[in-house]
């Protein structure tokens, strides 16, 4: 079943807040932040391809489809299972559309709970060949770097009484990223900024009972 590009269509940014809608679409890539809540708070290589900037060839950067199965269909809401307040499992996270270039896949789970934005899970040094990480997995050949909490593991833990969503990104890199094992979320800024960069996204709206309203 085809995915559709940027965001998989589950759960559209206009369903969300206003004010929430449009700085989440502002951060479901460029955003990188690290924050401090909910538990476990203290809580190139090579010169890179060059790919046309979206600026200036009039295409769409967000072009990977993205669906992160951690949702009851027909439902976009995030369920326990996969936070803090359940399993904390990592979900099924699948994409397609990498173009050839790509030479590495970066994954990341954040989370949006204004005025934070926590990065939940971060794993770099994906094979462009993959297509999806599987639900509990970690990638043997996957890089992971440390959460907004300062541990090297998944961690979906939206804080209580607040709105939010979770954002789940794929990131299609035409260059090597370099990044070793830990490191922090700061690391990813200037991926972020690259404007060869080619991504995709899905999200979910935490729910009352997570913290959501």
């Given at each position: 079943m085809p995915?559709?590009?940027?965001?998989?269509?589950k759960g559209p940014w206009g369903a969300l807040p206003g004010a929430l809608a449009?700085?989440?679409?502002?951060l479901a890539v460029f955003g990188c932040g690290a924050a401090k809540h909910g538990k476990g708070a203290a809580h190139s290589e090579n010169k890179p391809a060059r790919f046309t900037p979206a600026s200036e060839s009039g295409v769409d950067r967000a072009s990977i489809g993205v669906r992160a199965e951690a949702n009851k269909p027909p439902t976009t809401t995030l369920l326990a299972r996969y936070t803090c307040h359940g399993e904390d499992r990592s979900p099924r996270i699948v994409?397609?559309?990498l173009?050839?270039?790509?030479?590495?896949?970066v994954v990341l789970v954040r989370l949006l709970q204004p005025p934070t934005f926590a990065t939940e899970w971060a794993v770099a040094g994906l094979k462009p060949s993959r297509r999806e990480i599987r639900e509990g997995e970690t990638p043997p050949e996957g890089i992971v770097g440390r959460n907004s909490y300062g541990e090297t593991r998944y961690n979906l833990c939206p804080k209580q009484g607040q709105p939010g969503v979770a954002i789940f990104t794929v990131l299609g890199l035409p260059f090597?990223?370099?990044?070793k094992p830990?490191?922090?979320?700061?690391?990813?800024a200037p991926i972020l900024a690259n404007e060869t960069l080619i991504w995709g996204y899905d999200n979910l709206s935490v729910p009352k009972e997570l913290g959501g309203s």
């Open positions: 995915i559709a590009p940027g965001g998989s269509g449009a700085l989440g679409a502002a994409w397609q559309g173009p050839g270039a790509v030479k590495e896949v090597k990223s370099g990044l830990g490191f922090p979320p700061s690391a990813l």
